[in-house]
């Protein structure tokens, strides 16, 4: 990544899966996933680390965002989700929506998202999405949509991790 490599921050993705089979709006996702990646570059200084990690568990699929930026502290972290709260955070700017957002689409898509954070100490954004399509009402399945690969259960399957690839580059 461009600005991994200009701000000297070690990026670095995981994935021991070729397909994960869940069912999502890659849209919405993408909104997801690019909030957590832009404030872990945010928070995380020169000379830093952030991981983008998927682990395929038994109903789910766990997706983490680390960084070993300049943390949460504790007494803020059950607000983080709120919409429009921001942590007191000097000189960096925002407007309390993005985690907000992400935490209504995570829900929308029968998910969980959460954070763990010590101040200095960096943060990890934990996201859970169920697999299969059980989760979801008929009226919440749309099985045409052609732009992403399907698999035998019209499910969109994640291949090769490009749908993360193509967030981060």
Known sequence: ???????????????????LFVFFDPVQLQKVFNNLLSNAFKFTKSGGEITLKIVKREEDIQILVSDSGIGIPQKEIDNIFDRFYQVNQANIAGTGIGLALAKGIIDLHGGHISAQSTAGGGSVFEVLLKTGVSHFSEEQIVEDDESYPMDRNNNPVLEDETFFKEMVA
Do not use: G, Q, R, T
């Open 1 to 19: 990544n461009h600005f991994a490599f200009m701000h000297k921050i070690h990026y670095s993705f995981e994935c021991d899966e070729k397909e």
